[in-house]
């Protein structure tokens, strides 16, 4: 059945706000999901902003495969992000480990990309965030490793339906 999961991310602008003015969120969310189609619970899922299939990375027996997710909404204000998700479900059990599939992971896990331009060095830049970090964390800029956004919380997933 079709369902859907929220995914709300905020990051704190730093003191030296010199970065901010060319940072934004890049259309390209990693998602846990229990994926039916490899029959694996907790498969990275790549999705892409206007892509109608995401991406399974499975595991090294089946290799990646198209999975049905897509990006439903994709809503950015400066350092906030908020993102649906939709994917279809269906009930499993996973084919290697003891565990039934749930439509939200056991262990929610999502990767958010960040693009900004750094103004010292004018080259382009990407940066991520993820649920399992040490917070608080500082996202650095690789050209001249000014702090570009610190994340205090985790991104929330919950699912919506
Ligand atoms: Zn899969
Ligand atoms: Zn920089």
Redesign the pocket.
């Known amino acids: 059945m079709l369902r859907s999961l929220e995914i709300q991310a905020t990051l704190s602008t730093p003191s030296t706000p010199?970065?901010l003015p060319h940072l934004s969120w890049s259309p390209t969310i990693e998602l846990s999901l229990d994926c039916f189609v490899c029959v694996r619970v907790g498969r990275t899922t790549r999705l892409e902003r206007g892509a109608e299939q995401a991406i399974c990375s499975s595991d090294r027996d089946h290799g990646p495969h198209f999975a049905p997710a897509r990006i439903a909404e994709f809503d950015t204000a400066g350092t906030s992000l908020r993102a649906v998700v939709e994917f279809w479900w269906a009930p499993f059990h996973d084919a290697k480990r003891d565990t039934p599939a749930t439509p939200l992971s056991e262990a929610p896990w999502v990767r958010l990309h960040l693009a900004?331009q750094?103004?010292?060095?004018a080259?382009p830049?990407t940066a991520s965030t993820q649920t399992n970090l040490v917070r608080p964390t500082a996202l650095r800029?690789?050209?001249?490793?000014?702090v570009?956004a610190t994340s205090h919380e985790a991104p929330a997933i919950r699912l919506l339906g």
Do not use: K, T
């Not at 750094?118 to 060095?121: E, F, G, R, T, V």
């Not at 800029?141 to 000014?146: I, K, L, T, V, Y």
């Open positions: 010199d970065h900004y750094c103004p010292l060095h080259a830049g800029c690789e050209h001249c490793a000014a570009i």
